[in-house]
């Protein structure tokens, strides 16, 4: 197995809202990644996994909640976002973060 | 702080003309990535560059790292309709070790 797994692929919810984004690798690698993607930008780093710890946490609002269950699972908790957190959410992982980073296909989020 | 940028921005190329994007680094690297991202896909690890003037190779996609490892380049040969697509550079600038993307340089071939 060489994927990521992004669910859902797509997500419209409201602004009092609870969801959570969910990825899953089985690739046996240590780290992972949450990145935010807006349209014709950059993926921007979120948030890291080492280890299934939490290490780096880029000044992303508390309205966004990561957690890794184990080391073949990621989630995105999300709650009470607003219409500028639409973008596409970008699951990576990497055998640790000297190598090529496995991305995900992704889940383009909309908030009404 | 640590910059980054991707020149050009944008590339139109005619099917068969070659292409040549660069990154350059404000700052020394210690190891370079390329990626791709189709239209509507997601990124995909290209390459990772680690050594001084490295050069690698893949099929018709040439990779270089700079001497001073603040630069690299990506040159494709005989662009296809199939090299359509944004090439993000990524590098440990702002997390040690943990990469954060270029601007991105969006290529269109035209056949």
């Known amino acids: 197995d060489t994927e990521v797994t992004q669910t859902p692929k797509h997500l419209v919810m409201g602004m009092t809202n609870k969801k959570s984004l969910k990825c899953e690798q089985h690739m046996g690698h240590r780290a992972m990644y949450w990145y935010k993607q807006k349209a014709k930008k950059p993926p921007e780093l979120m948030f890291v996994?080492?280890?299934?710890?939490?290490?780096i946490n880029e000044s992303v609002p508390s309205r966004f909640s990561p957690e890794c269950p184990n080391s073949s699972l990621l989630n995105l908790h999300l709650h009470a976002l607003q219409p500028e957190d639409s973008a596409l959410y970008l699951c990576?992982?990497?055998?640790?973060?000297?190598?090529?980073?496995?991305f995900g296909s992704g889940t383009r989020l909309t908030v009404v | 702080g640590q910059q980054v940028m991707q020149i050009p921005q944008y590339q139109h190329v005619q099917e068969g003309e070659d292409f040549t994007t660069y990154c350059n680094s404000s700052t020394t690297l210690s190891n370079i990535q390329w990626y791709k991202q189709r239209p509507g896909g997601h990124p995909v690890f290209l390459i990772q560059?680690?050594?001084?003037?490295e050069v690698k190779k893949q099929k018709r996609l040439t990779f270089q790292f700079g001497e001073a490892k603040k630069n690299s380049s990506l040159h494709i040969t005989a662009t296809q309709t199939t090299d359509v697509g944004t090439y993000f550079c990524?590098?440990?600038?702002?997390?040690?070790?943990?990469?954060?993307f270029g601007p991105g340089t969006r290529l269109s071939v035209l056949p």
């Open positions: 996994y080492s280890y299934e710890k939490l290490s």
């Open positions: 990524a590098g440990p600038w702002n997390y040690g070790q943990n990469f954060v």
């Open positions: 560059l680690v050594k001084s003037g």
């Open positions: 990576a992982s990497s055998l640790t973060g000297d190598y090529g980073y496995t």
